[in-house]
């Protein structure tokens, strides 16, 4: 369950990195500290292998963590990661992705993020992200 609104919802869709990595966000529990979001890679995502690009791959590892912090901030607060410490566990090839991303710990300034890429029931890349969060001037 959300506490979130349709349109704060559809706020943190319309970011434009986030619209390039096609992301919809499928679940969002503020309460658990958990975000799923649907990716779809292209074939321009691909690289010379005919597989996703790992820099795709880390943004949308970026993007899916940085949403999650994102959702639990106030008016004019945001986030920016500081570190995206990335595995790449398996290849990916052009299609629907799933971002998966949890709290590891929340702090009034830090916070600690665990994301996850998956294709089909298949483990693809994993991160943790290390997120300042930023106040308004």
């Known amino acids: 369950p959300t506490s979130l609104a349709p349109e704060a919802l559809r706020a943190l869709e319309s970011a434009p990195i986030t619209q390039m990595l096609g992301g919809q966000i499928q679940d969002l529990n503020l309460e658990a500290g958990t975000l799923t ?41 945001y986030c920016a990661t500081l570190s995206l410490n990335t595995s790449f566990l398996a290849s990916a090839t052009p299609g629907v992705l799933t971002g998966k991303a949890s709290f590891d710990r929340k702090g009034k300034s830090i916070c600690y993020v665990r994301g996850e890429i998956w294709q089909g ?3 693809v890349a994993s991160a943790v992200a290390v997120c300042m969060v930023r106040k308004p001037r």
């Open 37 to 77: 979001t649907r990716y779809l890679a292209p074939e321009s995502f691909m690289n010379p292998a005919r597989q996703v690009q790992g820099g795709m791959l880390s943004a949308m590892l970026d993007d899916v963590t940085a949403v999650l912090v994102t959702a639990t901030l106030g008016p004019g607060e």
């Open 121 to 123: 029931d298949s483990l």
